[in-house]
């Protein structure tokens, strides 16, 4: 079962444009974060710490390849926020307390609406220019 899962996310990864794969990034962080945060609640330090250590990992991805020079004031927002999440989660982790989550998650939940849309209106262009 997981090979066929497995199999689907790779295809899904290589298929995906930039914007797409924005939102897999943005999906992957959300689905660690409620992970850890179950793992926290039933005092698992090992969930805890293997999920919350791929959500830090793909925030710091995320902000690791910021254009900066081409983003600019956004481009340094999103760094702010990317330092606070991750502050954050370091602190859940740290103290073992839920609480720190929320902030991450919600950032994380609104950031992914907002490339999702984008992602969205890039395919319905690409397929009117198409057809």
Not at 20 to 33: E, S
Not at 41 to 54: E, S
Not at 97 to 120: F, K, M, Y
Request: glycine content about 8%.
């Amino acid at each position: 079962m997981h090979d066929g899962i497995n199999q689907y996310r790779r295809t899904q990864v290589l298929t995906a444009s930039d914007i797409q794969i924005i939102v897999l990034l943005y999906d992957g962080a959300l689905q660690a974060l409620q992970l850890a945060r179950e793992g926290i609640l039933q005092n698992n330090y090992t969930d805890k710490a293997r999920f919350l250590g791929r959500a830090i990992a793909i925030v710091s991805e995320l902000s690791d390849v910021l254009d900066m020079e081409k983003g600019k004031d956004i481009a340094s927002s999103l760094r702010r926020l990317y330092s606070y999440m991750l502050d954050e989660m370091t602190q859940a982790n740290l103290r073992h307390n839920v609480d720190h989550l929320d902030g991450p998650i919600r950032c994380l939940s609104t950031l992914r609406e907002g490339w999702h849309a984008i992602a969205q209106q890039s395919a319905m262009a690409g397929a009117a220019a198409g057809g």
